[in-house]
């Protein structure tokens, strides 16, 4: 998961994990990018506005390179994200 807001990201992480999830949860692209490199993931929750890149960039590229599932979780939600979101790779844009 990736998430600037570190309260919603660790909230998000600490319901996930009661509900029997393995997650890992960073602040960043960067991070993110690290951590996917490393390890095998089943899917990604991926925020729009990120600190250091665009979280479309990031959901095309996991699109492009990885048969991850990606969920975009934001408060963004005109036509024109949505759709944005789906035709960078989103599977599922909430």
Known sequence: MVED???FRESLIKYLKLHGYDVTGVGSA???YQH???GQ????????VLPDQ???VL????KNNTDMRIIILTA???IEDKL???????DIYS
Do not use: H, K, P, Q
């Open 30 to 32: 960067m991070e993110f």
């Open 84 to 90: 944005a979101g789906y035709y960078s790779g989103a």
């Open 76 to 78: 963004r939600a005109n």
């Open 41 to 48: 993931y089943a899917f990604a929750i991926v925020e729009i």
């Open 59 to 62: 959901t095309e590229y996991l």
């Open 5 to 7: 807001d570190a309260d």
């Open 36 to 38: 996917i490199a490393t």
């Open 54 to 56: 665009n979280g479309l």
